[in-house]
């Protein structure tokens, strides 16, 4: 059965911190490359982060550029996303998404809340 279960969302203030986690089970991880995507309220979903299948190359929306970090362990099978500078509009439920060809999975997102 094919899981993705994000944690580490949460409450920050302005300027803050954190770091979201994507387990993965069920298939292989290190053959998918790795999304994070975000929905903030009354929003489309969109694109965030990736990463290739070997971490090799990562890419960001313009938006997160240079406070954001995509990185994964896959003896881990865990993708994670390093948010620093935080800003209001990053307020959003946090997806990830592995995708490889034609097949891809979400997982249920987590909450990130940036507010004074």
């Known amino acids: 059965q094919v899981q993705l279960v994000e944690s580490g969302g949460g409450l920050v203030q302005p300027g803050g911190s954190l770091r979201l986690s994507c387990a993965a089970s069920?298939?292989?991880?290190?053959?998918?490359?790795m999304n994070w995507y975000r929905q903030g309220p009354g929003k489309e979903r969109e694109f965030v982060a990736s990463?290739?299948?070997?971490?090799?190359?990562?890419q960001y929306a313009d938006s997160v550029k240079g406070r954001f970090t995509i990185s994964r362990d896959n003896a881990k099978n865990t993708v994670y996303l390093q948010m620093d500078s935080l800003k209001p509009e990053d307020t959003a439920v946090y997806f990830c998404?592995?995708?490889?060809?034609?097949?891809?999975?979400w997982g249920q997102g987590t909450q990130v809340t940036v507010s004074s």
């Open positions: 069920g298939f292989t991880f290190s053959s998918y490359g």
């Open positions: 990463i290739t299948r070997t971490g090799g190359i990562t």
């Open positions: 998404k592995a995708l490889f060809g034609v097949y891809s999975y």
